[in-house]
């Protein structure tokens, strides 16, 4: 199960971090994705981390967004700073079986943490 948390409603410029928990399955050999997928838009890949911590961000979020991960707590975290009214979508973590960084073709899902971004 994947358990995410953290969104809420945020002005322009501030910052949220959401946080996903893993259970029921062996994190440390899994890499982890958010996705998200905004008010009429397809979903897409926002970042994904190796389970030996290498990081993918799609180019948008290069700069404000960060994931990490906390093996020993088994959760993946997503830094979201200088968010605007773009970012504003519901987020949805993922694992995949990979030593690689995943970037598709994911295992598990979570459910989403909606995050609201005004202007």
């Known amino acids: 199960q994947l358990q995410a948390s953290g969104g809420g409603l945020v002005q322009t410029g501030g910052s949220l971090r959401l946080s996903c928990a893993a259970s029921?399955?062996?994190?440390?050999?899994?890499?982890m994705g958010w996705y998200r997928q905004g008010p009429g838009k397809g979903r897409e890949l926002v970042a994904a981390?190796?389970?030996?911590?290498?990081?993918y961000y799609a180019d948008s979020m290069k700069g404000r967004f960060t994931i990490s991960r906390d093996n020993a707590k088994n959760t993946v975290y997503l830094q979201m700073n200088s968010l605007e009214p773009e970012d504003t979508a519901d987020y949805y973590c993922?694992?995949?079986?990979?030593?690689?960084?995943?970037?598709?073709?994911?295992?598990?899902w979570g459910q989403g943490t909606q995050v609201t971004v005004s202007s």
């Open positions: 993922a694992a995949k079986r990979t030593i690689l960084v995943p970037k598709g073709g994911y295992d598990y």
């Open positions: 029921g399955f062996t994190f440390s050999t899994y890499g």
């Open positions: 981390i190796s389970r030996g911590g290498d990081t």
